[in-house]
Nanobody
Framework: QVQLVESGGGWVQAGGSLRLSCESS????????MGWFRQAPGKEREFVAG????????WYIDSVKGRFAIARDNAKSAVYLQMNSLEVEDTAVYHC?????????????????WGQGTQVTVSS
């Protein structure tokens, strides 16, 4: 059974930074793409960023390009999301997700395992 545990969420003022971490266990981490999704109150869960199995290819939604950076450490079975220049609109619960393939198109259907989520709150 794959387990994903997120950490690093919290409260920050607009313009600040946070770094989310996600540790994985239960399968060969390095074979699969990983992603971060977020869900704000009253909204659908949306893809934020993804990274290929080897860390070479990354994907982002337009609203976070240039501000967020996803990275992975296969030796530690961990994936990270560095979030800079945070905006109030970034407030959401952020979920780490493990894909069922080595690359991702950012589709929820590609992901078979999910973490519980960590709250990120950005105030103005």
């Amino acid at each position: 059974q794959v387990q994903l545990v997120e950490s690093g969420g919290g409260w920050v003022q607009a313009g600040g930074s946070l770094r989310l971490s996600c540790e994985s266990s239960g399968r060969t981490f390095s074979r699969y793409a990983m992603g971060w999704f977020r869900q704000a109150p009253g909204k659908e869960r949306e893809f934020v960023a993804g990274i290929s199995w080897n860390g070479i290819k990354t994907w982002y939604i337009d609203s976070v390009k240039g501000r967020f950076a996803i990275a992975r450490d296969n030796a530690k079975s961990a994936v990270y999301l560095q979030m800079n220049s945070l905006e109030v609109e970034d407030t959401a619960v952020y979920h780490c997700a493990a894909a069922m393939r080595p690359y991702t198109l950012g589709l929820r259907s590609e992901y078979g395992y999910w973490g519980q989520g960590t709250q990120v709150t950005v105030s103005s």
